[in-house]
């Protein structure tokens, strides 16, 4: 069974930033493409970024150039470094996982962490 625990979420303010981290067990994460999602309230979940087991990535037009992905497959981590935040990336922030290196068929999550960004 594949578990996700996230960290690093907290209130900044505008323009500052956070990094997220997605700490997996029950897998060799090297075997899985990783995702992160938000949910802002009222909203359901949105695809924010994504990474496969080969490195390569995705991004929502919305975070492109401020948000980067990153694994860590020694570590068995991912990571979400977000830069320049905006009130309007105030969400839960989900890090998910699936079953396939290369498929991105997201069904493992994590319980989520809170960002706020004040105005």
């Known amino acids: 069974q594949v578990q996700l625990v996230e960290s690093g979420g907290g209130l900044v303010q505008a323009g500052g930033s956070l990094r997220l981290s997605c700490a997996a067990s029950?897998?060799?994460?090297?075997?899985?493409?990783m995702a992160w999602y938000r949910q802002a309230p009222g909203k359901p979940r949105d695809l924010v970024a994504l990474?496969?087991?080969?490195?390569?990535?995705r991004y929502a037009d919305s975070v492109k150039g401020r948000f980067i992905i990153s694994r860590d497959n020694a570590k068995n981590t991912v990571y979400l470094q977000m830069n320049s935040l905006q009130p309007e990336d105030t969400a839960v922030y989900y890090c998910?996982?699936?079953?396939?290196?290369?498929?991105?068929?997201?069904?493992?999550w994590g319980q989520g962490t809170q960002v706020t960004v004040s105005s």
């Open positions: 998910a996982a699936s079953d396939y290196s290369e498929i991105y068929a997201f069904k493992h």
């Open positions: 029950g897998t060799s994460l090297r075997a899985n493409a």
């Open positions: 990474i496969s087991g080969r490195g390569n990535t």
